[in-house]
């Protein structure tokens, strides 16, 4: 049972906004809509940014949504926190519903850790239940699928396989590992890295059960390395450690290790000029006590 189900919804809600590192990232194929089939592991974490949803609803009137602060060079309308707000707001065709929402951002924009995906799923489940919508599961996915194609697995909140252009998620148990994430200072755009002429798109595919016996590698990576060499300086670094990769389409990197004190014995010799943190790989993200009752088999 999940609290959505259990109990009457107090008016203010904080929650992690969780990171998500792709433990691996292959590019398959290129689909004729120009979308890009790949096949990817999506490991949660313990650390992220923090939002806090106060419920402003107008009951005879429209409902604002206001968020603090802005982000700098995001307009609030281009703001996924907003943009989810919105579109929860419009499903339920519910004009007076409001809330106040805080941001703490402690994730880097264009890091590839998911911050503005994971930040939108968070408000479409904390909203979704503060305002009593009882907007279904299956509905919320679609939803953040409309917004972004990571939006999902956060909805989800469970690590998980990914396959397609990242919507077909498969719930997984992953072992609990400790992650070293580096930031390089430099902002990385998707959609160049997925446009670009020399990125590898004919990866072959692998199963769950090779995953798991070998690994596999970022499809991305070498591209990203050859273009931005803050990447590459970060992943030499790390490599000295043990086998550091790229997230997504980058900037971030990260190492796994056994254990915290690995981990901060690492991070206290990183390089002044790389940001990061540590943390530690979940299988279920606490958004997961909010969800609509409704089985996510064959999400």
Same mark, same amino acid.
Request: a neutral charge; one cysteine or more; proline letters at 5%.
């Given at each position: 049972?999940?609290?959505?189900?259990?109990?009457?919804?107090?008016?203010?809600?904080?929650?992690?906004?969780?990171?998500? $590192?792709?433990?691996?990232?292959? +590019?398959?194929?290129?689909?004729?809509?120009?979308?890009?089939?790949?096949?990817?592991?999506?490991?949660?974490?313990?650390?992220?940014? #923090?939002?806090?949803?106060?419920?402003?609803?107008?009951? /005879?009137?429209?409902?604002? +949504?206001? $968020?603090?602060? =802005?982000?700098?060079?995001?307009? %609030?309308?281009? /703001? $996924?926190?907003?943009?989810?707000?919105?579109?929860? &707001?419009? @499903?339920? =065709?519910?004009?007076?519903?409001?809330?106040? +929402?805080?941001?703490?951002?402690?994730?880097?924009? =264009?890091?590839?850790?998911?911050?503005?995906?994971?930040?939108?799923?968070?408000?479409?489940?904390?909203?979704?239940?503060?305002?009593?919508?009882?907007?279904?599961?299956?509905?919320?996915?679609?939803? =953040?699928?409309?917004?972004?194609?990571?939006?999902?697995?956060?909805?989800?909140?469970?690590?998980?396989?990914?396959?397609?252009?990242?919507?077909?998620?498969?719930?997984?148990?992953?072992?609990?590992?400790?992650?070293?994430?580096?930031?390089?200072?430099? @902002?990385?755009?998707?959609?160049?890295?997925?446009? @670009?002429?020399?990125?590898?798109?004919?990866?072959?595919?692998?199963?769950?059960?090779?995953?798991?016996?070998?690994?596999? /590698?970022?499809?991305?990576?070498?591209?990203? #390395?050859?273009?931005?060499?803050?990447?590459?300086?970060?992943?030499?670094?790390?490599?000295?450690?043990?086998?550091? &990769?790229?997230?997504?389409?980058?900037?971030?990197?990260?190492?796994?290790?056994?254990?915290?004190?690995?981990? #901060?014995?690492?991070?206290?010799?990183?390089?002044? /000029? $790389?940001?990061?943190?540590?943390? &530690?790989?979940?299988?279920?993200?606490? %958004?997961?006590?909010?969800?609509?009752?409704?089985?996510?088999?064959?999400?």
């Amino acid at each position: 049972m999940t609290l959505a189900s259990s109990m009457t919804p107090p008016t203010s809600l904080t929650l992690l906004s969780p990171a998500k $590192l792709n433990l691996f990232l292959l +590019i398959t194929g290129q689909r004729p809509d120009g979308y890009h089939n790949l096949q990817t592991v999506f490991q949660l974490l313990d650390y992220g940014d #923090e939002l806090t949803f106060t419920v402003a609803n107008e009951v /005879n009137g429209t409902g604002n +949504i206001t $968020l603090s602060p =802005g982000i700098k060079g995001v307009a %609030l309308k281009d /703001n $996924l926190i907003y943009k989810a707000a919105q579109s929860l &707001k419009k @499903h339920t =065709g519910q004009a007076y519903l409001g809330a106040n +929402i805080a941001l703490t951002k402690k994730l880097p924009m =264009g890091g590839g850790i998911g911050g503005g995906s994971s930040n939108a799923a968070t408000t479409l489940v904390a909203l979704n239940y503060l305002w009593q919508t009882h907007v279904p599961l299956d509905t919320l996915l679609e939803l =953040g699928r409309q917004l972004g194609a990571d939006i999902p697995v956060f909805i989800q909140a469970k690590s998980a396989w990914a396959e397609g252009v990242g919507e077909q998620l498969t719930p997984i148990s992953l072992p609990e590992k400790w992650y070293v994430v580096l930031t390089p200072e430099c @902002h990385i755009s998707t959609r160049e890295i997925f446009s @670009h002429k020399r990125l590898t798109r004919d990866s072959l595919p692998i199963n769950m059960r090779t995953f798991f016996e070998r690994g596999a /590698n970022n499809s991305c990576q070498p591209l990203v #390395e050859s273009l931005f060499m803050q990447v590459k300086d970060t992943i030499d670094w790390l490599n000295q450690y043990g086998p550091a &990769k790229m997230t997504g389409t980058g900037a971030s990197v990260f190492l796994a290790v056994d254990s915290l004190e690995k981990a #901060e014995s690492i991070f206290s010799n990183k390089p002044s /000029n $790389l940001n990061g943190f540590i943390a &530690k790989g979940i299988n279920t993200s606490a %958004l997961n006590l909010y969800l609509p009752e409704q089985s996510i088999t064959g999400v």
